[in-house]
């Protein structure tokens, strides 16, 4: 199945600092989305974005399919950014129909101090 | 608009007893998953509905779990008999259709004594 890596595993940060969050996938995808797992368990989703670029608030992605990676940038990051991020894919079958499931990679423990 | 609700938030209970969790998708969602989080990794799909029909439970331990969907909205995943091993978080998706963003419930947090 496809494998999803990411990148780093651990970042601390000082709060107002900017970050790169990477994700590196093994195969061609139809879906690809970006989560941050809050510290009571819940993924909230950040952005659908199988490819491009995508923006909202502090937050964007990037995602180049073709060399199978995408970004996550996070500036002026603030305490409340702490939390998992995860990356996950979802591959196409041979046929071209999606399986539906999405492999998530490692995650990226983000801390975020005052 | 409600996102996906799954209840009981948590649950304790000793090794061999049985277990359900239960899953509202958001509103016209049609696909439905169940995935597996243990604890420092990323969640693992279980199985998946399109309506009520599983189409992958390739990865759903089938000895012991069960999953249903009856008239392809709410879901039920049951454990019997739990094990140790069995403590995890157990999440509950839901999309369109497959291919499509998928939206995470809270969760429900299983611990096996």
């Known amino acids: 199945g496809i494998q999803v890596e990411q990148s780093p595993p651990d970042l601390i940060l000082q709060e107002g600092a900017n970050s790169t969050l990477r994700c590196n996938f093994s195969?061609?995808?139809?879906?690809l989305q970006w989560f941050h797992q809050n510290p009571w368990g819940q993924l909230i989703n950040l952005f659908y974005i199988p490819s491009g670029t995508k923006q909202n608030g502090r937050l964007s992605a990037t995602t180049v399919a073709t060399e199978r990676y995408s970004l996550l940038y996070i500036s002026s990051s603030q305490t409340t950014d702490s939390g998992v991020y995860f990356c996950a894919v979802g591959s196409r079958t041979a046929g071209g129909t999606s399986y539906g499931k999405l492999t998530f990679g490692q995650g990226t423990i983000l801390t975020v101090h005052p | 608009e409600a996102g996906v609700v799954q209840s009981p938030r948590y649950k304790i209970i000793e090794k061999k007893q049985p277990v359900a969790f239960w899953c509202n998708p958001i509103?016209?969602?049609?696909?439905l998953y169940w995935y597996l989080q243990n604890l420092g990794q990323g969640p693992e799909l279980l199985i998946r509905?399109?309506?009520?029909?599983?189409?992958?439970d390739s990865q759903l331990p089938k000895d012991r779990f069960s999953a249903e969907r009856l008239k392809g909205v709410d879901s039920t995943l049951k454990i019997q008999p739990a094990e140790l091993g069995d403590s995890a978080v157990y999440l509950c998706a839901s999309s369109l259709e497959a291919g499509t963003p998928q939206y995470f419930g809270a969760g429900t947090r299983l611990s096996v004594l």
């Open positions: 509103s016209g969602h049609n696909t």
């Open positions: 509905y399109e309506n009520e029909e599983a189409v992958d």
């Open positions: 195969d061609s995808v139809n879906n």
